[in-house]
């Protein structure tokens, strides 16, 4: 799903920021030439994601490396399993070696705590979302990992899906007008394949949003009370999206409520990196 | 520190990442023109990191945009406490808030971090060095969110010094070779402004490394009582750099074996985003 | 709701290539910092589309340049109305002419020929979609001219909305497989913003596409006598989307209908230039 | 003649734009690895352009895809004819779809339209050429086009050739210089390769501009009696332009005036896309 | 004559190279909003070029440094004028200086180189003109140095001119087809404000090139004698270029043949950095 | 020890500024398809060096093109001969030629000349090393070229190492600082990995900044006695880098004073193109 030219857009600036100029260790001490073998291993276990970013990266460092990816993005491994192997130049794979793993640890990583909120919510119906709070530069593959773990992903952008916030609502109903018609006058001026979510913050809100015919709603900030009463109230007639307050200790409970979608900011914005190695047997 | 043209480089993509085409949720709701004032506030204490990151992020989506700096990068700030004001064009303001919050969170999240390891060996003379494992793409700035918590930069990259580990010191002592010999003739080969610093696993590397005439020697996975035999050992006649198993809990011991520099992966790589938030008042 | 980072980006490149190494002509007989006012005019009437590209282009040729914007995006204008001013740099404005005038007129072109499609369907609920048939590199400012002429965004690209055709539907009853199941099952893989269109070629098509639970249904190639019985059996249950054959001849006739929204390929594939002129008086 | 480079100079972008995170549709629905077959098929006749602009954007999309290209730039084709045969990776494939033919279909019209145009003047000297109404950022892909349909490209650029207009010889002359003699000291400011070609829009015009030693004599509006007269001066000493009011309708007479060129914006600014379609069977 | 965005096109990755991640040590000793004052001073005569260029690094290092140019380009100087003064942020400066002088010392070197050999032939109506010799990425600013010494451009590249060579005329020939012919009919399938040059390496391939009626005729390395007898020969039918050959020392007497243009490889090729110095004074 | 992206970097924007929209020599001359054979061959004795260069250009242009390198970077070579043969289409090889040669005759002077400078100090145990005196764009090019003459790379860039001059320190010591003290403080503020240089004017200067623990000091425009007086108190406690004066003539007198590095500008900003030439046999 990560196609060649959004991972080259990663990649190859990531390997010129990490050597700009040439790799003064590996020229000064490596001759030219010489071979060398490396295993990408998993250290702790996890959700494999960025398994092409990985042969990406070796390739653009040593084009006729040879690389076997032993498991695809979105399967599981455990502690000591050998991921990939790639045979080739000792001074490409060398200097293939950070920015592979700064990725591909990242990436893992990501998929690995997606995973851990979507198996807790594993008997509701409910779907783990990501959210914007991504890393600059690095969404499309952030969002393939949150994928990779399991997750749903929520609008790719400010471009392609309206999310109104109360902000907006404030500007919309701003000297008194009726929120549920102002809400169907904005609707009015977008696109039919553009889907409308509002955000609320209070139960009183949910009636006049629905009545305007959103696609979906976002509770923000409700306790698990509200969010339950607020899945009655809205009945079906709008997906329901949750969100603020999720943590792996919550989930259960607000998936529990009836909620259609829960998202999560910190699957993102605050990632582990994975703890992979890459060992390698010089020739 | 960080030049306007470094900044550049990353919040423009970033801001093209984030709204390919427009915000349709601004354009359908916020009428063109309206105004806006937003604080930047702290939700949770930290040190800051990236104000013209944030500055920059607004004037790129408002150049008219009046921007207050009430924090300088690299200061302390405690939860509630306004951190930038910016009164602008109420468009620009939205499009710009959640790249200027991903950046401004994981600057101030690493540089957070960082003063935690620099506070926790305070009393000591050992510096808390980063790595490479940064974010591809942002190095630049993790490497000042770093300084801003009080760290110091191990090298920038693969090219500007040597760090030769077990895999080159394999190479190097092939077929027998002294390894202070090899070493000798392979910093002969570099410029005379390039640091050259060699990673040893065991006691017994340091004499022949050091013999060699190093800049540094990196201890690393040293337990405590190794490293603190090899300081003794190294004497000054070269920096001693300990990395591996470093953490909050272990820091201070790492320390207190007289090692020069501590070089720690988990102040970029697995970067909590601070919660920082942009409260917004719209005219 | 064109932004200028959207603008630049088709401005620079295009004032570069058109004038790779200088414009020798004007560095030949115009003097160095002589002056000239340009207006911008109308030749034929027509809807206003590219006036913020129109003073980007000059803008970038002469920083300095004083330009007077006369009407808005989106206005209609008679032949002879000055539809802008700029006052600056003979050089600048002769070097910023051509590319402002070929966006200028593609744009205007594209809304006034949006507009009379809009006009021929006013007293009907139908809306004038465009497609994805847009100049490659233009289709942000060539969307932008559809809303100035009335017209509505379809799906930006193939990232933010499923359009599924033909192909697509064989593929997924391949093997015998029932067509809503698998829609249904298609769709659960999506994330719940991203809008969900499926082609139809032939009426009994449509049950069990909407029993899918879809978006929207694109009637392709339909009669009008079809398109009413289409609009008949959705009744209401998504949004009827009507394509193939269109033309300012046919457009009424299909939307009288019933239909919601008709896609319409010629209002930017086959445009052309509305004839704008820029009258320059060298000082 | 079209480089590599060049098209992909177009390709690559287009597709970022038009797949910014990947194509929603075929993740969703077709099985990754699927194969088909396409038929890049003639749906009205035509002249062939933009063939490896096709393949290129093919092989972008799926490196291993087999492009069969059945006809040459230049060549001409019958309704239903097939041009070219792809067979690879279905997802490849409609990735592609959409910006080849965008593009095929633009510089084909362009060729056919060119084509009736140089068919109009066959029984003359008279070559047709283009002009800088080309569109920004394709204008290498549209001069090909002019080109495959037989025609001339005039200069590419303001870099390469001059080209004084009205409002360059009124500066030139400002004070009462004599036109001749400006002329001359213009062209001596400029190097030996670079073609002077001035404009003039009245007889009386073009006695001093051939004294100066021009290359050609861009006779601007002229009618067909003029441009016979205008001819008869020349005599030769130059090459003679003609530009203004060019159609189908009037070119031969233009042409039968004698005049060396016609310069037909319309051409390149006001495009029909050429009728192609891709018919894609899927394995 | 040299546009912002054409200097911005060197001169802004030259600071990227000169700096990837800052100054480290302006960064380190000088205070954070130090001034200074700068002056540019000639150590040897010469002649002005790149004074836009000189000023657009200082800029892009500190936007509100202000720098005062004392000399435009094209102008002459003695040793220990002052040749611009700026006065602004001293880091900024000082991260400029070597980038700017790296530019202004080629650039007034190739000015100054080309001067020599304009006052060479100044008795004579010949031109110098340059070649396509230039520094990669350099060429606009080259180019437009050789025009502040006096000197004159040859065709700018491959695109924009014919120059026919040995090989090409060899292609062109081949199977004993007649020289005159086979030009004239190459020279049909051109633009017809493609400058048509051919090169020859005898005297008795003059004729029949000058009866295919190119633009200019390229003696290449033909002696003193040869030049005269080239020139006698072509009688004026089209410029006579000279190459080969071509130093200090030879100019005149090549000049002194009557031909109309002296090519020189040199004046871009190997070209001596002009001695001037940045003297600056930190406040 | 270049790499691809290295070579690239130059290469492609290279043959894009040489050839915008094409060769229209070749395209009007050369049949299309036709082969050709070159080889690079020697005007004039020298050191090689941009033999991936030359290939990468070379392949640029002909991706089928076959390239026999005949000799390695930093190997010698005497007139006549043949430095490497490629063979592939005429046009390709034509288009690449000038570009391949532009880069490749410059990268062997500076090679040749710098090997120079490392003969005439071959007694010595001083090394010539580079400065950042190089062209704007091809930094990493030219510091190759020095290292295959045999000379040595001083520090890349602003970033990579401290080198402090007379401009910096009159900022440290302002307000009658002590310079040691000074220095010493400067130092600390820096990783551990960062090379720590001072330039002296003076030999007073000398000891104040070996007593805060310089890497290396440099003695700018010290005479030969002075040198030898500024080695002898150093004393072995930093790297003695000499500059200034420095040329054939003098190098080898100041080698003699004992300096271990010797910083020359002039072979890198005074270069002259060694004369490689490319001999064409067109099929």
Redesign the interface.
């Known amino acids: ?6 991972i080259d857009a ?22 030219a030439g ?1 071979g ?1 073998t490396a295993v990408l291993a998993a250290r702790e276990p996890g959700v494999m994601s960025g398994m092409a970013v990985f042969t990406a990266t070796m390739l ?1 460092c040593d ?1 006729e490396a040879q690389v076997e990816e032993l498991l695809g993005d979105g399967e599981r491994f455990e502690v000591g399993m050998p991921l990939a192997r790639v045979t080739g130049d ?1 001074r490409g794979i ?2 293939a070696e ?2 592979a ?3 591909v ?2 990436m893992s ?1 990501i998929a690995t705590e997606t995973a851990r909120y979507v198996d807790a919510v594993a008997d509701t119906s409910a ?1 783990i ?1 990501d959210t ?9 593959l952030e ?1 393939h990992a949150v994928r990779c773990g399991g997750g ?13 916030k109360d ?2 609502l ?3 109903t701003a000297g008194g007008r009726d929120l549920t018609e102002a809400l169907r006058d ?2 009015a ?7 409308f ?1 509002v955000e609320v913050d209070r139960i009183d809100q949910i009636e006049p949003v629905l009545a305007a015919g959103v ?2 709603i976002l509770l923000d900030n409700f306790t698990i009370e509200q969010l339950r009463e607020g899945v009655r109230l809205v009945a079906g007639r709008a ?1 329901v ?1 949750a969100s603020g307050g999720v943590s792996l200790e919550t989930v259960a409970d607000i998936a529990g409520t009836g909620v ?2 829960i998202s999560v ?1 910190a699957i993102t ?5 994975l703890d992979l190695g890459l060992d ?1 047997e ?1 020739d």
Chains 1, 2, 3, 4, 5, 6 share one sequence.
């Open positions: 799903m990560l196609t060649r030219s959004a990663v990649v190859l600036p990531a390997l010129a920021e990490d050597a700009p100029w040439g790799d003064v260790t590996s020229e000064t001490i490596l001759p010489s060398a653009a084009p000792a060398l200097r950070r920015v793993l700064n990725l640890q990242r990583g779907r979302a914007r709070k991504t890393t600059p530069g690095l969404r499309v969002r749903s992903n929520h609008r790719f952008s400010l471009s392609d899906a309206v999310l109104a902000n907006h404030a500007v919309l904005a609707r001026k977008l696109g039919h394949t553009v889907h979510e696609d979906a997906v999206d259609d979608v900011g914005h605050s990632v582990r990196a390698i010089l």
